[in-house]
């Protein structure tokens, strides 16, 4: 009898899990099209977070980190300097290396698309649900926040 039990909690667990991940991609999707980071593709903001998070950091650094070859991300670079996003100057302790960062109008570009995501959350929220949904909601994240960390 036990293990019917199991088998169903099993089951459950394995159809929320199914259903979290697609409500996460939504989610995700949704809060893209909010901050509205215009015509980048996923490697060039891929990019341009790993540079927010971790700092100026130089084309070869950037590449391992991304997984690719320096190479490769020669061309994504380019796009982003040329888009005044990124901006490079010489390495001060190898002068054969740039150190690339973000650029003043990329830190507001990001600051904007981030508060911007963050408004139409506070919004949808507000809007769409009770003042106990939203105690429900924030247990929710409590959760949540458990699972990501474990």
């Known amino acids: 009898m036990k293990t019917q039990k199991s088998d169903f909690d099993a089951a459950k667990a394995l159809a929320l899990a199914v259903e979290?991940?697609?409500?996460?991609?939504?989610?995700?999707?949704?809060?893209?099209?909010?901050?509205?980071?215009?015509?980048?593709?996923?490697?060039q903001t891929s990019v341009l977070r790993h540079l927010e998070r971790e700092g100026p950091a130089t084309v070869t650094y950037l590449a391992r980190a991304e997984g690719v070859r320096p190479q490769s991300l020669g061309a994504t670079v380019s796009v982003l300097?040329?888009?005044?996003?990124?901006?490079?100057?010489?390495?001060?302790?190898?002068?054969?290396?740039t150190i690339l960062s973000?650029?003043?109008?990329?830190?507001?570009?990001?600051?904007?698309?981030r508060a911007a995501r963050e408004d139409w959350l506070f919004r949808a929220i507000r809007s769409k649900f009770t003042s106990a949904e939203q105690e429900e909601l924030a247990k929710g994240v409590q959760l949540l926040r458990r699972l990501v960390d474990a």
């Open 20 to 43: 979290l991940h697609v409500l996460a991609g939504k989610l995700k999707r949704r809060l893209r099209e909010q901050g509205n980071p215009g015509d980048l593709t996923p490697s």
């Open 81 to 97: 300097e040329a888009a005044g996003l990124i901006s490079g100057e010489a390495d001060p302790g190898d002068g054969r290396q």
């Open 102 to 113: 973000l650029t003043p109008a990329c830190r507001k570009m990001i600051k904007a698309g």
